[in-house]
């Protein structure tokens, strides 16, 4: 093997070395959005059930509730989330006498 040919699979090595480490830190990155954007569907969801079973919400969701038709309310709670970005859920439920 000459000079020449080792420098050419050095190279070669390290840059492939590199892809690996910049996907691995494109995964970890999206791994961690993904857990964020579990927990404020969880968090929703909560608060969705609890305002839709006559409780009330927490401080941290904004929650509205209007008529909608023959008997049925809409229901949206806003989840805010870090970053700026908040996250909506929108249902359909039953009027509560």
């Known amino acids: ?28 990155a999206l791994q961690r959005k993904s857990g964020a954007w579990t927990q404020a569907v969880a968090n929703a969801e909560s608060e969705l059930a609890t305002v839709s079973s006559g409780g009330l919400a927490l401080n941290t969701t904004r929650i509205s509730r209007r008529p909608w038709r023959d008997g049925l309310d809409v229901i949206e709670v806003d989840v ?12 359909l439920v039953e009027r509560t006498p």
Do not use: N
């Open 1 to 28: 093997m000459t000079l020449l040919e080792s420098i050419i699979a050095s190279l070669l090595l390290a840059v492939t070395a590199l892809v690996c480490l910049d996907a691995t830190r494109g995964a970890a």
């Open 80 to 91: 805010p989330m870090a970053g700026g970005v908040s996250f909506r859920l929108t249902r």
